[in-house]
């Protein structure tokens, strides 16, 4: 399995912008589809978005697109989660994840998991 570490999150007002890292190391990372996913607090683990292998691809959740994007650098190991014009609605946990497919959305078809980074936006 790939092993994974987000960087990144923090405190931000509404409005304001973070990017997120997730590191990989231990596999080939360009053998992975990644993705995103967030877990607010009492709520379900939601899929954000995801990259295919050779990031030629890309899927988001209705709700980010056009707010989010998502990239990969394989040179570097690394992906990325470009987050713009944040709401309240938009604190969690984000995590990012490695699945053996070439692109998936679906969170049991990701088999390794970073351990998360919180965002918190205010109002």
């Known amino acids: 399995q790939v092993q994974l570490v987000e960087s990144g999150g923090g405190s931000v007002q509404t409005g304001g912008s973070l990017r997120l890292s997730c590191a990989a190391s231990?596999?080939?990372?360009?053998?992975?589809?990644m993705g995103w996913f967030r877990q607010a607090p009492g709520k379900e683990r939601e899929f954000v978005a995801a990259v295919s292998s050779t990031g030629g691809n890309t899927n988001y959740s209705g709700s980010m697109k056009g707010r989010f994007t998502i990239s990969r650098d394989n040179a570097k190991n690394t992906v990325y989660l470009q987050m713009n014009s944040l709401k309240p609605e938009d604190t969690a946990v984000y995590y990012c994840?490695?699945?053996?497919?070439?692109?998936?959305?679906?969170?049991?078809?990701?088999?390794?998991w970073g351990q998360g980074t919180q965002v918190t936006v205010s109002s």
């Open positions: 231990g596999r080939t990372f360009s053998n992975y589809g």
């Open positions: 994840a490695a699945t053996v497919y070439y692109i998936a959305i679906d969170m049991r078809r990701f088999s390794s």
